[in-house]
């Protein structure tokens, strides 16, 4: 019964958070973000809490969206909503598999940074972003000549919150902080020259 609560708690944090992205940094459908941090938060509660989690990622993902999706056909809304809600539950399950699989052991070491960027961020984010960009289409949320951008997108913007909140929640998940202070300073480096690269993109993305 705790865990239960607990994890309905972590279903509604993810759910707060991806409303205060879409408020801050939402643009047409009002549901896609320049930053998706729950991302990032659903990796790390499927890192503490494994497949139990999976059903509140899904629910506050899927109430997250519901309102930008909304098409004015419910039930068309629900399957479109339900769609985009499975990709966000498939990637950050994707991500912290091959996390914990490829990077997690070596982590503290900047040998670490490349396997981090292919398993735990193109990978998963690939796929969630190519169903939830052809979702957006089939719904005539966008055009198929915004196909492409909203991939790369979407990739970015998952990417982003990861790059954000993985090397803070392993600093602090360590004992031995001194090794994890040393790959963290490494990470946020790397971290200020990818978010220029990606802001420079989503600029032109958007114009």
């Known amino acids: 019964m705790k865990r239960l609560f607990v994890l309905t708690i972590l279903g509604v944090v993810y759910y ?60 068309l809304t629900i399957l479109y909503t339900s769609i985009s809600a499975l990709a966000d539950t498939i990637a950050p399950y994707l991500s912290s598999l091959l996390l914990k699989k490829f990077v997690d052991n070596k982590f503290d070491s900047i040998k670490g940074f490349l396997p981090f960027i292919l398993y735990g961020v193109v990978i998963p984010t690939f796929v969630s972003s190519v169903i939830i960009s052809i979702n957006l289409f089939m719904g005539s949320y966008i055009s198929s000549e915004k196909i492409f951008s909203y991939i790369i997108l979407l990739m970015f913007a998952d ?25 963290l300073y490494s990470f946020l480096l790397y971290f200020r020259v990818i978010v220029w690269l990606v802001f420079i993109l989503l600029l032109s993305i958007k114009s």
């Open 16 to 75: 707060l958070v991806a409303i205060y992205g879409m408020a801050i940094f939402s643009f047409q459908p009002s549901n896609i973000t320049l930053l998706w941090l729950p991302f990032s938060f659903a990796v790390v509660f499927i890192h503490h809490f494994g497949i139990r989690s999976l059903p509140f990622i899904f629910m506050g993902s899927f109430f997250a969206n519901f309102s930008g999706m909304n098409n004015g056909d419910l039930s």
């Open 159 to 183: 990417g982003l919150g990861l790059f954000l909140i993985y090397p803070i929640y392993k600093y602090f998940s360590k004992s031995d902080t001194k090794t994890f202070k040393a790959s």
